[in-house]
């Protein structure tokens, strides 16, 4: 908000700028306010930004950034931050999330620039407030990886954090990423978040198996946070641990669905095997 203490022009620097990830409502006074006063706009798509300043009524140079732009771009644009103020923005959401802007920023604060943060939205803290998961602990990892042998390392990384993991994702990838969170991640309480503050926003939670069959069902369309919830408790009732080793039963072997599980909750596999193979007899 711009006050009479408020100087009319920006103090030279890195403004970096959180905008809309949907919704343009969302974006902030302050956000308005910095991108009015500043001096240029760096940004991934002129095309994109272009919209939206229009849509605010204002006009900036934009330049476009990304972190493989080459080195000596980067140096330039770090000469003219020198003496002017220039905000960073990405197509939407928070800069340096998931998108370009961590070389800029190191490089800058290296360079003694001073940088600000404009904080707004973003997409994985809107999922994750919507999932209903756990999150007193969370770890966001990004993307997860296209290729299946890193994806499998991904989620196997995950397997190991007792806390709620959230992933970027898109809608071709969904299901064969589900299927493979049940496969490594048995019992866990998953979450997609779809088309935040647009008008087809959806957050369904449940467990993997369900969440892959109704999105094989009906494909998914926009954009997605997948969100996977820390483990069970190890001192989850035996009722719960029946449960787990039963869906685990459903389409594994009593070995795997006992692996699975003693990740899943730490207890120990060989007296979950024992209960496995129990379950399945009877
Ligand atoms: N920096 C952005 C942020 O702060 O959210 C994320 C940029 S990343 C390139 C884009 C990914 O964020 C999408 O593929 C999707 O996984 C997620 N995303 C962005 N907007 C979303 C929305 N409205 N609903 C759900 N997911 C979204």
């Known amino acids: 908000m711009t006050d009479e203490t408020t100087p009319e022009h920006l103090s030279a620097g890195l403004y970096i700028v959180a905008t809309p990830i949907g919704n343009l409502g969302d974006i902030t006074m302050r956000a308005v306010d910095v991108l009015k006063r500043c001096d240029a706009v760096a940004c991934e798509d002129t095309r994109v930004t272009g919209k939206l300043l229009k849509h605010l009524g204002i006009s900036k140079p934009l330049w476009r950034y990304n972190d493989h732009t080459d080195a000596s771009e980067r140096n330039r644009l770090l000469d003219r931050l020198q003496d002017n103020a220039i905000v960073l923005v990405s197509d939407a959401g928070t800069p340096l999330i998931s998108d370009p802007g961590y070389r800029l920023v190191q490089d800058a604060k290296a360079a003694n620039i001073a940088v600000t943060s404009i904080p707004g939205a973003c997409a994985a803290i809107t999922g994750l407030t919507l999932s209903g998961l756990p999150n007193d602990r969370f770890l966001f990892a990004g993307f997860l990886p296209n290729k299946e042998q890193a994806r499998i390392r991904a989620l196997n990384e995950a397997a190991g954090m007792a806390a709620t993991c959230i992933f970027y994702e898109t809608g071709p990838r969904l299901v064969k990423s589900l299927r493979a969170i049940k496969d490594i991640l048995p019992g866990r309480t998953v979450s997609v978040a779809r ?86 007899s009877q």
């Open 195 to 280: 088309e935040l503050t647009k008008l087809h926003e959806e957050c369904r939670t449940g467990s993997a198996s369900e969440l892959a069959e109704h999105y094989s069902d009906h494909p998914p369309k926009g954009e997605i946070v997948l969100m996977v919830g820390p483990p069970v408790e190890p001192e989850a009732s035996d009722l719960d641990v029946d449960a787990l080793l039963l869906e685990a039963l459903r389409d594994q072997k009593a070995s795997q669905a006992a692996g699975g599980v003693a990740k899943a909750t730490g207890l120990d596999r060989k007296l979950l095997y024992a209960r496995a193979l129990e379950l399945r």
